[in-house]
C-alpha cells in the first residue's frame, strides 16, 4: 500500500466523516449560539478536507492525522452534547479552535481546487445514489411479486371464506326459526306457570300476613312482660349492690381503726416504758448530784440521757394520740356509713341522690368550725336526719342546711 493510499484511508477521514454527518443533521435547538457553533464546526470540517485535498500526500505526517482523529472525535462528542444542551456550545468552539490549530500549517487550495473538490464531492455523490438506485429498483420489483403472490393467496382465501359464510348463514337462519318457535313456547308456558303461582302467593301471603300480625302482638305483649321484670331485678340488683358496697365501706373503714387502735396501743406502751426510764434516769441523776461522789461530767451525762428518753417517750405518745384520733374517726365512719340505710329508707328517689351528695360532702369534706368544737360532720348530719325522721317528714333542702350550718 502506497504512501498515498495510507494517508487517505487513515481512519481519521472516517470520524471526520462522522462529525460532519453529525454537524448536516436535522433537528438543532432553535438557539443563535448554538446554530453559530454548528454553521463555524461545518466550516472548520470542510476547510480542513479542502486543505487535505489540495496538498501532495507526501507533506502529510501521521502523527498530525492522529492529532486530527482526537480532534474529530472530541468535535462529534461536542456535537452531541450540544443537540440536548446549549450550554455544551463553549466546548464545540473548542474543538474548533483544537481543529483550526493543527491545519493552519497546510496550505489553503486556490479556488479551482476548491470547485473540483466540489466536483470530486458530487461525482461520488451521484455514483451512490445511482447504486442505492439500482438497489432500490430490485427491492421495489421483489416487493411487487410479493405482492402479487400475497394478493393471489388473499383473493383464494376470500373466496373459501364466502362460501363458508353462506352455508353458516344458511344454518343460522334455520337455527334462528327453531329458537323462535321454542322461545314463543316456552313464554305461554311461563306465563301460565307465574299466574298460578302469584295466585297460589297471594292466598299463602295472606294467611301469614295475619299468622304474623297475631305473633307479633304476642310478642309485644310477652316483651313488655318481660321489660317490666327486668326494670324490677334492675333496681333490685342496684339495692343489693349498693348496699354491698355500703358495707364493704363500712367494713373497712373498721378494719383500718383496728389496725390503728393496735398501733396506737404499741406506741402508748413504747411511751409508758420510755417514759418511766427516762424518770427513772433523772432520779439517778439527782441521787448522784446529792451524794456529790460523782464528777460533773458524769452527771451532765446522765442528764442528757435521762431528757432524750423523755423526749422519745413524749414522740411516742404523740403518735400514740395520733393513731387514737384516727381509730375514732374510722369508727365514727364505720357507724355513719352502717346506720345510712335505715336514715334512708322513708326518703323519696329524687331527695336520696340529693342527700347522698350532701353526705358525701359531709364526710370527706368537713367544715373546718365542725372540727374545732370537736363535732363530726356525720354526728352533725345524723342530728339532722333524726330529728326530721322523729317528726315523721324528711325535708332534704332542711336536713342539708341544719347538717352544714351545724
Known sequence: MSWEQAVRGHTAWTVHGSALAQADADGWPDDEN?????????????????????????QVMTSTLDALQSQFTQATDSLVNL?????????????????????????????????????????????GMEKALTGFE?????????????KAEFAASTAALTTTLTTLSA????????????????????????????ATFEDAAALRGKAFDDERDRVATLTSEHLSRLEAMLGEARNTLQAIGVTTTASHYGSYAKRQ????????????????????GALWALHSVASGDQSWQLISLKSLASTIVLAVAGYAAAQASGHRHEERRARRMELGLAALDPFLANVDGEDVKTLRLALGAELFAAPAKEQERGLSPLASLQQALTQKSLAGRIDVSAGVKEANQG
Not at 40 to 53: I, Q
Not at 138 to 149: G, L, Q, S, V, Y
Not at 261 to 279: I, Q
Request: charged residues 25%; contains cysteine; glycine residues 6%.
Open 34 to 58: 448554538t446554530r453559530d457553533a454548528v454553521d463555524r464546526m461545518r466550516w472548520v470540517l470542510r476547510d480542513a478536507w479542502a486543505r487535505f485535498e489540495g496538498m501532495d500526500a507526501r
Open 171 to 198: 344454518r343460522i337462519e334455520g337455527q334462528t326459526t327453531r329458537l323462535d318457535v321454542a322461545l314463543n313456547t316456552a313464554a305461554t308456558r311461563y306465563e301460565e306457570a307465574e299466574n298460578a303461582r302469584s
Open 83 to 127: 443537540r440536548s444542551n446549549p450550554a455544551y456550545a463553549a466546548s464545540v468552539y473548542a474543538a474548533c479552535d483544537a481543529i483550526l490549530s493543527t491545519v493552519a500549517s497546510w496550505p489553503r487550495p486556490p479556488a479551482s481546487a476548491e470547485v473540483q473538490v466540489v466536483h470530486k464531492t458530487a461525482e461520488a455523490f451521484k455514483v
Open 261 to 280: 387502735s393496735r398501733a396506737g396501743l404499741a406506741w402508748a406502751l413504747g411511751a409508758v416504758l420510755l417514759g418511766v426510764g427516762g424518770a427513772l
Open 138 to 150: 430490485d427491492t421495489i420489483a421483489e416487493a411487487a411479486a410479493e405482492t402479487d403472490k400475497t
